[in-house]
């Protein structure tokens, strides 16, 4: 009993805390996205929905093309510190914490020490700025990308580390810090499957799993060679009239079509000069 009300007290936590990280992306201010109500620093469900949204606490400075406010920093860097991966940990925690670490170690200037690991599995190692490569326990979880997965299973855990998904190549996401996360081993393997994302996209809006293609659809935002015959666009629009009730889907649209007009606005000045925006 006080498991599952526990559960749905971090339920509604990231709800309202997604709900204020939309509207700081839409209200284009300067002001924390943690000033909504979303709840204080002493309370444990409001520090366990930072670590679940992750990086996307600092989504509106890469939007808005400014500095993540203090306060957000310092939240992102208390739910890393507090909610650690454990030995055994899934692949996709040990990856969203460290998105999390990673960009807070990058915000707040404190010491980074990163060691690669002596072995990594074929295919699935990272190198200093490209995955976690810091102890996560004696599993070998740290090291652990399963790239040659089914595309349904890929497009799955993707989803699940949606808030890696974003464009590395303007100055303001090297300044935020975003750089490192669209430079990661998660962001190369999407990048390598663009069809098999599609799918993925697709099949979550037959079954109605809104979060799922919100997120997919911010992934397919990020990449090249996403299918024309697709319409993402209109796919994003449908996804988020269905399912915009739910904060996290607002975020992930939101997020991707922002995305989808930098990288197009980008690639329209790199036709006209030859130089890549």
């Keep these: ?18 709900s204020d990280v939309v509207s700081a992306l839409k209200g284009g201010d300067h002001s924390s996205a943690r000033n909504g109500t979303a709840g204080t620093e002493g309370d444990g469900p409001w520090l366990a ?4 949204l992750g990086p996307d606490l600092l989504l509106p400075a890469l939007v808005h093309g400014r500095p993540p406010h203090p306060q957000d920093v310092a939240a992102c860097r208390r739910a890393a510190d507090t909610f650690p991966p454990r030995a055994g940990s899934s692949p996709v925690t040990v990856w969203s914490h460290w998105a999390l670490t990673r ?13 690669a690991p002596a072995e990594s599995p074929a295919g699935h190692g990272p190198d200093q700025d490209a995955g976690p490569d810091h102890d996560a326990g004696p599993d070998g979880a740290r090291d652990a990308w399963p790239v040659a997965v089914p595309w349904q299973q890929f497009t ?27 430079e990661s081993a998660v962001a ?4 390598q499957r663009p069809v098999d994302l599609a799918r993925g996209f697709v099949r979550a809006v037959r079954r109605r799993d ?6 997919a659809g911010r992934w397919l935002a990020v990449v090249d060679d996403v299918p024309k015959t697709l319409g993402l666009d209109s796919g994003l629009d449908f996804v988020l009239l269905m399912g915009g009730s739910d904060p996290r889907v607002d975020l992930h649209v939101h ?3 922002h995305f989808r007009a930098i990288r197009s606005a980008g690639a329209g000045r790199e036709d006209a000069t030859g130089v890549r925006a």
């Design 103 to 115: 960009m807070s170690d990058h915000l707040d200037a404190r010491p980074v020490v990163f060691e």
């Design 188 to 191: 190369r393997a999407a990048r």
């Design 210 to 215: 809104w979060l799922q293609a919100a997120a």
């Design 255 to 257: 997020a991707a079509q």
């Design 49 to 52: 929905a930072v670590r679940m």
């Design 1 to 18: 009993m006080e498991r599952s009300e526990a559960a749905a007290r971090v339920a509604e936590a990231v709800h309202d805390l997604a």
């Design 156 to 182: 799955h855990q993707l989803a699940l580390l949606a808030p890696l998904a974003v464009p590395g190549d303007t100055a303001t996401a090297a300044a935020c810090g975003h750089a490192v996360l669209a």
